[in-house]
């Protein structure tokens, strides 16, 4: 059943041990209300690894894995492997479901081999944007001026200068069936695309921001609001390839970078000279964004 556009059940109930405002307990809540009880999840060391509860408590209401660190997507692919070879009629979801710690940087390799093998997984990376459970260290899809504890400020800089590395662009290049970007602040946008997902043959891979207030600095209850922000600035863009082609799912690029920097303390340090040069970063991705579109389109 669905109210709203959204289904009603639930597989992630109370009682888990994440922060106020954790984005990824949204991710899971919204990815799980779609693929259903028919699912099981593989996770790596992260904090979502260490929020539903310890053994036998829990608070996902479906199967789960735990594997190391680098592997969610070679262990993601086995488990659908095994599935076949047990010949279960019925559809099971096989999810890997990391940081992005654990994709963008240690479980790239692993990802890229499943993509390659056509496995039936459905990845979906949550990005808090660096290594929120061990402590808050740069991780390769840190935003530029961000602090970090491995970004520490100092009186001649410190925070991170780099931009994040494009995952959407990297699975895209691997010819990926179905890749997508979501947020959880359009959840009606966030259940399509994990719908398609789902339905999709062969290997899918979702990019889900996911807002971290404690390694973020910013309030619990403004989630939501910075999540659109992020959004309408262009700095999350909500898009999808889908057998090659680049569809861009919202297109009003109306905030700029400085709204969305200040409200997070990580950004509190940053020059309005800094700010702006993160701007026309933006500017520039959003426009080669466009063209990837219109492009793909031809
Ligand atoms: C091989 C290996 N290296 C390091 C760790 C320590 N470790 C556990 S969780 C974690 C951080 C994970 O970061 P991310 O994937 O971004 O997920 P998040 O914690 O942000 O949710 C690290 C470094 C580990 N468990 N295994
Ligand atoms: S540190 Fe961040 S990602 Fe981890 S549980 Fe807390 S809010 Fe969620
Ligand atoms: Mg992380």
Known sequence: MKRAGIPTEEFLYPGHTACPGCGAMLVARYALKV????TIM????????????????TSLGIPLLYNAFETSAATASGVEAAL??????EKINVVAFAGDGGTADIGIQALSGAIERGHEIIYICYDNEAYMNTGIQTSSLTPMGAATTTNPV????????????????????????????VNPS???????????AKNIKGPS????????????????????EIGRLATESGIFPLYEF???KC??????????????????GRFRHLSEDFIKEVQEIVDKEWEKLLLKEECSHR
């Not at 593989?42 to 408590?57: E, H, K, R, S, Y």
């Not at 076949?84 to 009629?89: A, E, L, P, Q, R």
């Not at 359009?186 to 398609?196: A, G, T, V």
């Not at 891979?205 to 939501?224: K, M």
């Open 186 to 196: 359009y959840p009606i946008d966030f259940i399509k695309k994990i719908e398609k």
């Open 242 to 244: 889908e057998n090659g």
């Open 205 to 224: 891979y979702i990019h889900a921001y996911s807002v971290c207030p404690t390694g973020w600095r910013c309030q619990s209850e403004l989630g939501l």
């Open 35 to 38: 693929l259903g009880k028919n």
């Open 247 to 264: 569809t861009i799912n919202y297109k009003k690029k109306t905030k700029d970078v400085l709204e969305y920097y200040k409200q997070q």
């Open 154 to 181: 100092g009186k001649k800089g410190g925070w991170r200068v780099k931009s994040k590395k494009n995952m959407m662009d990297i699975v895209a290049a691997h010819d990926i069936p179905y890749a997508a970007t």
């Open 42 to 57: 593989n996770i790596p060391p992260c904090c979502f690894a260490a929020v539903p509860g310890t053994f036998p408590d």
């Open 84 to 89: 076949k070879i047990k010949g279960k009629k």
